[in-house]
């Protein structure tokens, strides 16, 4: 018999009859993995279900929160063990055998304050200056007759800062009581040199700070 392929022609199944079949097959094939799937949900939701129900009976309420043991005799040993060596412990503890305070805790002392290298201000430190030092002092360094008396001095040494006092003293040091105020023959010559050494002074000193009170 000979099949001419060139007029042979192969018409596709509908798809209404065939849908039936196909569903069919899937049912068939596919119930075996869909059962397994449904056995296994109900085996674990099983065993959950158990559980719960039967904790209440089977649970110590007798058992550790921090431990389980397998019986209550086994708990009560360790319980009793604990308290043995709870006492050993507390022969050792001084908070509770020594009748002295304990220091809990140490504080150590503050450091030294450093030592810095900065000065202080001298304005800052008053320099007392008594009249007599400041008559003698002008007596050194202006020359002529016309010198300040104690009284007037007094009101004087307030125009100067502490470390003009300072210098003033310094200068009136430099000479004795005797040869500034004694008489002619014991006076010494006024000499230009403590005139020269204030005016070095005021020119290297700098200026002053004025505090002024209102």
């Known amino acids: 018999m000979h099949t001419n392929w060139h007029t042979l022609r192969l018409h596709p199944a509908p798809l209404s009859s065939s849908g039936p079949c196909i569903l069919l097959w899937l049912l068939l094939t596919g119930w075996p993995l869909l059962l397994r799937r449904v056995r296994r949900t109900l085996h674990i939701y099983g065993q959950r279900l158990i559980q719960r129900i039967s904790k209440p009976f089977t649970s110590d309420r007798r058992s550790s929160p921090y431990s389980k043991y397998r019986d209550i005799h086994e708990e009560a040993r360790y319980w009793r063990s604990a308290r043995r060596l709870q006492r050993h412990l507390g022969n050792s503890n001084s908070l ?18 450093s030592h810095g290298t900065a000065t202080k201000d001298p304005e800052t430190t008053e320099s007392p200056l008594s009249p007599k030092s400041f008559c003698k002092w002008h007596r050194m360094v202006f020359k002529g007759p016309l010198h300040p008396t104690l009284k007037q001095a007094k009101s004087q040494i307030k125009n100067y800062s502490s470390r003009d006092r300072r210098m003033i003293y310094r200068i009136s040091r430099m000479l004795s009581d005797e040869e500034v105020f004694g008489s002619c023959g014991r006076r010494t010559r006024w000499s230009p040199e403590y005139q020269e050494m204030w005016r070095v002074w005021l020119e290297r000193k700098g200026p002053d700070v004025a505090i002024v009170f209102r």
């Open 96 to 113: 509770a055998l020594s009748t002295i305070p304990v220091v809990l805790y140490y504080t150590p002392p503050l450091p030294p304050p």
